[in-house]
C-alpha cells in the first residue's frame, strides 16, 4: 500500500535566533511518518530537529556553495499524533530569512533512497532507485532566483506546493502518484531559465510496521 498524504504545514520568512519553529499537526492513523524541509541562507549550520521533543534524523542535509544556501531534509517515523512543534536549531543566530515545510503520513514504511545535486542548467534532470509504491520529496532551489516551472517524478508533472524567498527562490513538492517500479526513476526539477538544485528523499510504502519511534536509514551528507 503506497503511503497517504495526511497533512502538510510551511512557513517562511522570519530572522533572527538560533532555532525556527512550525507548528505541525499528525493525524490519528497507522504507520506514521513525517518529513521537514529547511532551507537557509549558510550564514550558520543545522545542529539539528526535533518534533515534539523528539530528535528527527537527518536524511538528506547539503551546503550548496554557488548559492550560499544550506538544506536539511529530516525524518521520523510513528510520530506524536496531535498539533506539536517541529524545532531546528542553528550553531548561531540566523539574520536572514528561512524556508521550511512539512509532512506527514500514513500507511508509510519510512524513508528509502535519497539523493542531492548542486544546481546545473534548467532543467536539472536526476534519478533515484526506489522501491515500488513509493512516493517522493523533492527540493529545489532556483540559483538566479527565477520562477520553477515544474517538478517531475517518473514522468508525472507536479506544481511546488510553496514558494519561498531566501535570497534564492525555494520550492518543494511530494509526488502523489506511487512509483511503478523497483529501480531507477527520473526525478527533475526546472526554472524558467538559469540554475537550479535537486535534493529529493523517497517515502517508502509500508513493509512491516514500525515498533518505535525513529527512521529506517542514516542520513546522507555530501
Known amino acids: 500500500m503506497a503511503p497517504t498524504i495526511e497533512n502538510f504545514t510551511q512557513i517562511s520568512g522570519s530572522s533572527g535566533g538560533s532555532s525556527r519553529t512550525m507548528s505541525h ?117 532556483s540559483a538566479n532566483t527565477q520562477n520553477f516551472d515544474s517538478f517531475s517524478v517518473e514522468g508525472t508533472s507536479y506544481a511546488g506546493e510553496y514558494t519561498h524567498n531566501t535570497g534564492r527562490i525555494v520550492e518543494a513538492v511530494v509526488s502523489t502518484v506511487p512509483t511503478t517500479i523497483s529501480g531507477s526513476i527520473a526525478v527533475n526539477t526546472s526554472a524558467d531559465t538559469g540554475t537550479v538544485t535537486n535534493s529529493r528523499v523517497e517515502i517508502l510504502a509500508v513493509t512491516a510496521p514500525p515498533a518505535a519511534q525513529g527512521n529506517f536509514m542514516p542520513f546522507l551528507v555530501e
Not at 504507520?31 to 529547511?38: D, F
Not at 538544506?71 to 521520523?76: H, K, N, R, V
Not at 524513508?111 to 529545489?140: E, K
Open 25 to 141: 499537526t499528525v493525524f490519528a492513523g497507522t504507520n506514521r511518518a513525517l518529513i521537514s524541509v529547511l532551507v537557509m541562507p549558510d550564514n550558520v549550520t543545522f545542529t539539528g530537529c526535533t518534533y515534539n521533543g523528539v530528535a528527527m534524523t537527518e536524511l538528506v542535509t547539503h551546503h550548496f556553495g554557488s548559492e550560499n544556501q544550506r538544506i536539511s531534509m529530516c525524518g521520523l517515523v510513528n510520530p506524536d499524533v496531535g498539533t506539536h512543534d517541529v524545532v531546528v536549531t542553528f550553531s548561531g543566530s540566523q539574520l536572514n530569512p528561512t524556508s521550511m515545510a512539512g509532512w506527514s503520513f500514513s500507511s508509510c514504511g519510512g524513508f528509502g533512497a535519497t539523493g542531492v545535486n548542486d544546481a546545473a542548467t534548467t532543467p536539472n534532470n536526476q534519478t533515484l532507485t526506489v522501491s515500488l509504491d513509493s512516493l517522493v520529496c523533492v527540493n529545489a532551489v
